[in-house]
């Protein structure tokens, strides 16, 4: 039993956890498809990467929606990532399963204590969201004022064997187990590399891998070999975060301002040297997918819209890895 295990159990209201009485599970949307069944029933599963904003309405996600539905598997709904404030990924979680569109919620361990994070768990859990992407956290940035206090109450590793004891709870109502993610970091493996820390999380219960943002495919390739070197892919579905970068400007923005993102020089080049930037960028997010696809051993990608959300349609679409 880990420590995180041991302190659910102790908790004072952990036998309200059991009921005896199963009531209704809700019905929430229209999904055809979880994230979770396209990862295991296709050849390769995409998503989408949002960053809420602050003045985000029922009726802007609804026009998001609208967009995305019929072009990836499903949303990625960030948790205040490096520091921008935002509506909680729950209540947009809500609002995207009423407009028929799978969303993935990111937990950070940064922003909330245990009792938050189970708190959070359980709520989404009791809404129909069956994907978590669960991480650390990075440190909001300097300039932020004021500058808000780290939580880390507990590790992602101990974030990730909470939400599987409420995966396997079968006294809880939900239309689907959980399919519980966490973060990678793809780089140049070194002399005699061990991937502990994420042997260590796939042992706490984590089901995929989702890299940062990484358009260096020689580079994942190399990662790949020690993931498979190390039974990890066999063990995990592999993610790999990619973006439609609209310009050269917002690659070397991403590239010095983002920790563990890679982005070689023979993209932002590219961007540079492009009539319409915008349209290479997509072109080169297209290449990116179709290269990935072919990959054996990667079961996705996850796109970050840089620019216009339609530009991820546009980049699927180009690509032939879907529609």
Not at 164 to 173: A, F, G, M, Q
């Amino acid at each position: 039993m880990t420590s995180c295990e041991a302190g659910l159990k102790s908790l004072p209201f952990a036998s309200s956890l059991k009921s005896p009485v199963k009531p209704p599970a809700l019905k929430i949307g229209k999904r055809l498809k979880t994230f979770a069944q396209a990862v295991r029933t296709k050849d390769f599963a995409i998503s989408a990467e949002l960053s809420l904003k602050p003045e985000a309405r029922p009726d802007s996600i609804a026009a998001q929606a609208k967009i995305l539905a019929n072009t990836v598997d499903a949303v990625l709904l960030t948790d205040n990532q490096y520091g921008q404030v935002h509506m909680s990924p729950l209540a947009a979680a809500a609002l995207f399963l009423d407009n028929d569109v799978d969303p993935i919620i990111q937990l950070s361990c940064r922003n909330r204590n245990r009792l938050a994070l189970l708190s959070d768990l359980l709520g989404a859990h009791a809404l129909g969201v069956t994907s978590l992407l669960l991480i650390k956290g990075n440190k909001a940035p300097d300039g932020f004022k004021p500058q808000p206090k780290s939580m880390m109450d507990i590790d992602a590793t101990e974030l990730i064997a909470t939400a599987n004891i409420v995966k396997e709870d079968s006294t809880l109502v939900g239309n689907e187990k959980l399919f519980i993610g966490t973060a990678a970091t793809a780089h140049e493996p070194y002399r005699n590399w061990e991937p502990k820390r994420l042997i260590n999380k796939l042992d706490a219960g984590a089901q995929f891998l989702q890299t940062q943002l990484c358009m260096d495919i020689p580079l994942l390739k190399r990662y790949l070999q020690e993931l498979v070197a190390s039974k990890i892919a066999r063990r995990a579905s592999i993610i790999v975060g990619l973006a439609t970068l609209p310009s050269a400007d917002s690659a070397l923005w991403l590239r010095n301002n983002r920790r563990k993102i890679f982005i070689p020089d023979t993209v932002v080049s590219r961007l540079q040297n492009a009539k319409d930037p915008e349209q290479e960028g997509i072109r080169i997010c297209a290449e990116s997918i179709a290269a990935l696809a072919k990959i054996p051993g990667i079961d996705g990608a996850s796109i970050l819209p840089m620019g216009n959300l339609d530009a991820v349609a546009a980049a699927i679409e180009l690509s032939g890895v879907k529609g």
